[in-house]
């Protein structure tokens, strides 16, 4: 039986190690600890078809008010919506080389699976049909399902690291931005060492609800005491020659894609693989959902 602390997840133990009944089990204590004191209906969507407003009544609740048609029109109007809507979330898991290698006892891959294992049963638990999809080398059927055994059979394929493998992040994102017929939510968990990603997430934010979550090394943004070193790429076997400045530059590029996802509409969160992810997790994910009630 695994002993977990809540919210103690830098001692998570590496997914791939875990029999099934091991890992359900973590994964639904992540999955309370991210949902403790906020409304879980709020991570991934509404929940509710938006049908039309019309003038305010007495008794109509305050929280169904149309801000911005009362401010425009200068009357008071309130929402109607139809029936609840099950809104897919489509997790991409990234199991690319890059993942796999790192400088701390927990790889990128391995919060990565933890993550999408727990958003993904969060989800399901609101009514909100979910697909696994494999941003590396490795594919799983992407079939938006509310059946458990269909997330963990998602799931399974991609528990393991591989240190050889490919990045396909970018096409996978073209792809289920075609595929997905309505509006879903896009939840992209990956390093973003692909170069063709962010122009994928851009076209991506134009028709679906997505946020990035971004996992980091503390080796790719801390600098080095070096000077010059030789170093090889994960994913491509390229070798290059760096310095001791590579980390600075690269937090630089950081900060520069999470402000060039958040301007094209894409929510982003950093998690770096020495710190906890449940307390910072949870907090984007409170107030995302309080920001997407102030949408309308």
Avoid at 164 to 177: A, V
Avoid at 227 to 254: I, K, S
């Amino acid at each position: 039986m695994i002993d977990i602390e809540s919210k103690q997840d830098l001692a998570l133990p590496p997914p791939e190690g875990l029999a099934r009944g091991d890992f359900d089990l973590v994964v639904r204590r992540l999955a309370d600890d991210m949902v403790f004191g906020t409304d879980a209906s709020l991570f991934v969507g509404g929940g509710l078809e938006y049908a039309s407003s019309r003038p305010y009544q007495i008794g109509d609740s305050v929280r169904l008010l149309n801000w911005r048609l009362t401010a425009r029109t200068g009357r008071p109007y309130v929402r109607q919506y139809e029936a609840l809507k099950r809104i897919a979330v489509y997790i991409f898991v990234d199991t690319s080389a890059s993942m796999s290698v790192g400088s701390m006892p927990q790889s990128k891959h391995d919060i990565a699976v933890w993550m999408a294992s727990a958003l993904g049963l969060i989800a399901q638990r609101r009514m909100s049909p979910v697909a696994i999809v494999g941003a590396g080398e490795r594919t799983v059927p992407i079939t938006p399902s509310l059946v458990r055994n269909d997330l963990w059979r998602a799931i399974e394929p991609l528990r393991l690291g591989d240190v050889s493998e490919q990045t396909h992040l970018g096409e996978r994102l073209e792809l289920l931005t075609m595929r997905a017929g309505r509006r879903s939510v896009f939840i992209v968990i990956s390093d973003l060492h692909d170069p063709s990603a962010m122009s994928a997430l851009r076209h991506a934010a134009q028709k679906h609800d997505c946020m990035v979550i971004h996992t980091q090394d503390p080796a790719e943004i801390t600098a080095l005491r070096a000077g010059f070193y030789r170093g090889q790429e994960a994913e491509t076997g390229r070798g290059f020659l760096g310095w001791g400045r590579r980390a600075a530059v690269h937090a630089e590029r950081v900060a520069e894609t999470r402000t060039d996802l958040l301007r094209c509409g894409v929510d982003y969160l950093a998690v770096r693989t020495d710190e906890s992810f449940i307390g910072p997790l949870r907090h984007f994910l409170a107030s995302r959902g309080a920001a997407m009630r102030g949408r309308g």
